[in-house]
């Protein structure tokens, strides 16, 4: 179910945009990470495929988080684009969550690394996307109009730079507390078969 309601949302947006006429190649192709991660979580939720579910996991608890706290959103509640940004941003959290906690699916050693890469394959994607459109997706070309956490990363393009590095940072902490917590949860799951046999 959350699966569908994460395409929804994803999709509706792209829907709202085509009945409104408001629909520009400079800023509604799908090359924003939040594109990327909408689709990711999508397939993660519906296949539970362990690749799929590192990304989800590390680019939800980064990236989508940090879209929810500062969002570069021009809509106002209650707006159709609220609604559709909300809801596919935080139900790609809960499906991580849930995923790796609930179903105990957690990443693989290096398994943040391989992330990190495939980010910076994604920024080059955008980039390009950037270049051809003269859009500014990824924030590549400039920041956010709203404030956000790349308002205080520097001038173009060093927070570029800044960001990358704080991205790499925050996978690895990420991977170093999300293995301390699987080792706890397979220790208590352990002890808890043995009470009860």
């Known amino acids: 179910m959350l699966a569908l309601l994460v395409l929804a949302a994803w999709l509706g947006e792209y829907l709202a945009d085509a009945l409104l006429g408001t629909w520009q190649v400079e800023y509604d192709l799908p090359l924003q990470l939040t594109d990327a991660i909408s689709a990711v979580a999508v397939l993660a939720l519906w296949t539970r495929r362990q690749g799929l579910v590192e990304l989800l996991y590390f680019w939800s608890l980064t990236a989508t988080l940090q879209a929810i706290l500062t969002p570069d959103l021009g809509w106002d509640f209650p707006s159709v684009y609220y609604f559709t940004y909300f809801t596919y941003h935080i139900g790609a959290v809960v499906g991580a969550c849930l995923l790796v906690f609930g179903c105990g699916l957690y990443p693989r050693p290096g398994a943040a690394m ?39 990363t520097g001038p173009w393009p060093w927070y570029i730079l800044a960001t990358v590095a704080l991205a790499l940072a925050l996978l690895l902490g990420l991977e170093w507390l999300t293995s301390r917590l699987r080792r706890r949860d397979l220790a208590r799951r352990g002890t808890t078969e043995a009470l009860a046999v």
């Not at 997706?137 to 956010?144: E, V």
């Open 114 to 152: 391989r992330v990190f890469w495939l980010t910076l394959a994604w920024a080059a994607v955008a980039g390009l996307g950037d270049l051809v459109t003269g859009g500014n997706y990824m924030y590549l070309r400039a920041k956010p109009e709203h404030g956000s956490l790349l308002s205080v």
